[in-house]
């Protein structure tokens, strides 16, 4: 066994060794990543990704809403792509239908909230809303 004094001084150069790695570690991943913008995977993105993928569908509803607010079915797929899922609107556990609810950005600066539902292969729209203005018609 090492004497006292020397196993300090052992243990000593082996942190001053770790902390060294673990900076240049730190630096070279600001260099690498630093100014990219990497989202951050999440659950939620990844299956807004797969509902974005999916034969999407729109209720009667969705469509009126979508007119009534002059909302493409181009912005409300880039808003799924962009979203963020509200997990506490949304009903994704022990149900036959998952039922996700939304929000996400537009090119164009809007903020749209949207209710989906899952259905095997395809993504059924059953409202949309863009929550910077306020709702001009009543839609069935």
């Not at 001084?9 to 990543?33: A, C, H, K, M, Q």
């Not at 493409?72 to 506490?88: C, I, L, R």
Request: glycine share 8%; aromatic share 8%.
């Amino acid at each position: 066994m090492l004497q006292n004094g020397k196993y300090r001084s052992v243990l000593w150069r082996r942190v001053r060794l770790y902390l060294w790695g673990f900076i240049i570690g730190l630096i070279s991943v600001y260099f690498i990543y630093g100014n990219k913008h990497v989202k951050m995977l999440t659950p939620g993105m990844l299956k807004l990704d797969q509902l974005a993928g999916q034969t999407i569908t729109y209720t009667d509803t969705a469509l009126c809403q979508m007119k009534c607010q002059n909302v493409s079915k181009d912005e409300v797929k880039q808003a799924m792509t962009d979203g963020k899922v509200n997990t506490k609107k949304s009903n994704s556990f022990n149900v036959a239908h998952l039922l996700f609810n939304f929000t996400g950005h537009t090119p164009g600066g809007k903020e749209l909230n949207i209710i989906c539902i899952q259905l095997d292969t395809i993504t059924q729209v059953t409202m949309v809303r863009d929550l910077e203005k306020p709702i001009p018609c009543k839609c069935p």
